[in-house]
């Protein structure tokens, strides 16, 4: 019978059905982090058990890296014994860490790929909800909680039910101007916040057959925004030609090998859908959040929501939105004031993010008012971007060029806002409080257009920008 | 493994949908390397918030204080895999999140510490929310093997799917005993994935 690579995945890893109703799944690759995996560990001391499959287990550190001085021990005394614990805990328990010092350090759903450590027809699971993002190859990929991880840790399975595929259709020509992320954000405020909720996502149609790994890694990471756990493309010759010679990618002949497995796994061509929605390209405007879920976006040039114009049931939440973000409904977010720029997170911390960025900005001034940082999202991905003079660019330009991390998309580390400041950012999330300050407010655009509004000062359309005018003039 | 059958006392609503992980529990707050602690910093910044306006937040109303079930909007609980979130409310000392609807891995958090998690319809929240907000004392029941949510006199049916139902019954949820059973079979299928056991194997 003709199945989805979800199902086909499942399938492969599914071990049995348990007691309790629900499948033990086995995991292919377990990354850990700093945040989720401490407690984890413990409980696993504590039971005395080990970690079942430790070449099958990679850690990193990204949340609570400082992105300017990086000198041990950290100013920050919690960040620095966060970071002790997980040394100790992959030195006890056995485990590859990417530490600092490794070349190999950044955002846990940079430095998968880019070691050829995620691969199609695998199950991942990682504690981290943005794990989705490593379903651009053709992979299952879990965001788990805590609990999960030691699970994982202890049996390399875990327990859960399985979920209904919807699959996505992106077809036609973006227009210019117009990225991965705003095709992402556009979906999300399409199907909503809680649309994906019991599905995986399944991203198709020719923009995404078109797109780079890089692209649809931005994609499937705020899959999650969408409610939708798990996102994926179908593995092609573009996933193929990403994990080749890439460190833990099969070499020689294993790789042909790998190839026709991979191939194998990709949805059949008439599987069955438990839903199936399909998108014009052309309908997709540089897109941008005025609100404090990712669902609350707006073409640049569009106009906000007002709450008698919705429906009763999304009255107050569109009203507390306007309150907070201090904006009015049936205005337009272009033209919004900023303070802070912030290139950089897992959805678009990647070299090919900072190149369109580092385009706009190149021979340019960030405007006075505001403080704009880049961080790229791994150590390799700061070192090739050096190499290409893209810190220089940003640098000349007044931006800050920093160490990789998490930074300022979940502002962990010193990197945060304060009061009440406006930042346009390429992260994947715009709750309340997200970027440290509690009051602080966050526009998520591409990070083309945060480029644009740092040089700006005020969020621009970059189909019609022109840096060399200054806007207001 | 304990099971869960229930879980009774007063009910505290927390109004409006989409209520996030970082509401939940603010991201300076998983700078830890344990859970202790993280009642106190449950729903903080919507506490500071509330305080800000003139008005008390539910988890600071004193009327409130000793809750056992805590009743939500819809998409509760969505944003971030941070199992701190369902941990501090748990410590906080809810046995239970009666929502419109959940997202998945605060769910899924949820029933690996056993915080049950069930559903009513719209409706019946903001009846039930009313309910509670009008008297905060009134006694609350969720009966896990009935499917009800018993509020005073009112008997509400509540959804919950059956393996997540069984789980906390039997004391399953505690997975990790289940998954280590049989061992021998997750070593079988891991013989089998290619990409564990070699890829030469397939080629041969
Ligand atoms: S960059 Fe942001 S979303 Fe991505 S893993 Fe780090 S904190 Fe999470």
Redesign the interface.
């Known amino acids: 019978m003709a199945r989805t690579l979800f199902q086909k995945v499942w399938d ?2 599914a ?2 059905t ?5 499948t ?1 799944l ?1 995991i ?1 690759l377990h990354l850990v982090h700093e ?2 995996s ?2 984890a560990f ?1 409980e696993l001391r504590e039971r005395g058990w080990t970690v079942r ?1 430790p070449q ?1 287990t990679f850690a990193t550190i990204d ?2 890296v400082p992105t300017a001085a990086q000198a041990r021990p950290f100013a ?1 005394l ?2 620095e ?2 970071t002790s ?1 997980l040394e100790r805990n992959c030195r006890d328990f056995g485990v590859r860490f990417f530490d600092l010092a490794s070349g190999g350090q950044g955002i846990v759903h940079v430095i998968g790929p880019e070691n050829g450590l995620t ?1 199609p ?2 199950t991942i699971a990682c ?3 943005h ?1 989705s993002t490593h379903g651009a190859f053709g992979a299952i990929a879990f ?6 991880v ?2 994982v840790l ?8 399985p979920l209904k595929v919807r699959r996505i259709e992106v077809n036609g020509r973006l227009r210019p101007g117009v990225y991965a992320k705003d095709v992402i954000l556009h979906i999300i405020g399409l199907l909503g ?2 649309g994906g ?2 599905y995986a996502y399944e991203y198709a149609g020719d923009v995404v057959d078109r797109m780079t790994m890089d692209e649809r890694m931005t994609i499937c990471n705020m899959s ?1 925004e969408g ?1 939708a ?1 798990i996102g994926y493309v179908n593995p092609d010759q573009t996933t193929f030609d990403f994990l080749r010679d890439r460190p833990y990618a ?1 070499k020689g ?2 790789f042909d ?2 190839v ?2 991979w191939t194998s796994m990709a949805s059949d061509p008439d599987a069955a859908y438990d839903d199936v929605v399909r998108i014009d390209a052309a309908d997709i405007a540089p897109t941008v959040t005025w609100g404090i ?1 990712p669902g609350q976006s707006v073409g640049v040039n569009g106009r906000l929501p007002r709450p008698e114009d919705v429906a009763p ?1 999304d009255r ?2 569109i009203s ?1 939105a306007l309150e907070f973000m201090s904006f009015e409904g049936g205005q337009r977010v272009e033209g919004t004031k900023i303070d802070v720029a912030f290139i950089g997170s897992c959805t678009n911390g990647r070299l090919s993010d900072l190149r369109e960025a580092a385009k706009i900005v190149k021979g340019q001034k960030v405007a006075a008012h505001v403080r704009a940082i880049v961080v790229p999202g791994s150590q390799k991905v700061a070192v090739a971007a050096e190499k290409e003079g893209l810190d220089q660019v940003f640098a000349d330009a007044g931006f800050e060029w920093r160490r990789a991390g998490c930074s300022m998309c ?3 580390n010193p990197d945060k806002l304060v009061g009440r400041e406006i930042c346009a950012s390429s992260s994947n ?1 715009n ?4 970027q ?1 300050s ?2 602080g407010r966050t526009l998520l655009m591409s990070p083309a257009m945060v480029a644009a509004a740092a040089v700006a000062g005020e969020v621009v359309d970059i189909r019609t920008w022109d840096a060399h005018v200054p806007v207001g003039a | 493994m304990s099971k869960i059958e229930s879980a009774q006392g007063h009910a505290v609503a927390v109004h409006g949908d989409d209520i996030d992980t970082d509401r939940i529990i603010p991201a300076r707050f998983l700078k830890t390397i344990t859970f202790d602690g993280l009642e106190d910093h449950v729903f903080e910044d919507d506490r500071l918030e509330a305080q800000a306006h003139g008005k008390v937040h539910p988890f600071d109303d004193p009327a409130h204080k000793g809750a056992a079930i805590l009743l939500g909007g819809a998409n509760f609980g969505c944003g971030s895999s941070r199992e701190h979130a369902p941990q501090a409310i748990k410590r906080w000392g809810i046995g239970a999140v009666v929502a419109v609807s959940f997202a998945e891995i605060f769910f899924g958090n949820s029933l690996m510490i056993g915080l049950a998690c069930a559903t009513v319809s719209p409706e019946q929240m903001a009846d039930l929310m009313a309910l509670a907000d009008a008297n905060p004392t009134l006694d609350f029941r969720l009966d896990i093997a009935a499917s009800t949510l018993t509020a005073g006199d009112r008997v509400i049916p509540v959804t919950m799917p059956e393996s997540v139902r069984s789980a906390l019954l039997s004391g399953g949820w505690d997975a990790t005993s289940l998954l280590l059973d049989k061992y021998e079979e997750v070593e079988q299928l891991a013989a089998r994935l290619p990409y564990v056991s070699g890829w030469d194997r397939l080629s041969a």
């Open positions: 492969t890893h071990v049995r348990l007691p309790n109703g629900q033990q086995y292919g945040v989720t401490p407690q413990a499959a099958r949340h609570i920050d919690m960040a014994s966060m614990a691969q027809g695998m504690g981290d909800s794990t965001g788990i909680g805590t609990s999960q030691r699970d202890a049996t390399q399975t875990m327990s859960l039910s916040v809680k909720t019991g999650i409610g756990r099969p002949a294993d090998t790998a026709t497995w879920n049931g107050a939440g507390e979940l502002a962990m999330r709750f309340k409080g997200r440290g509690p009051t």
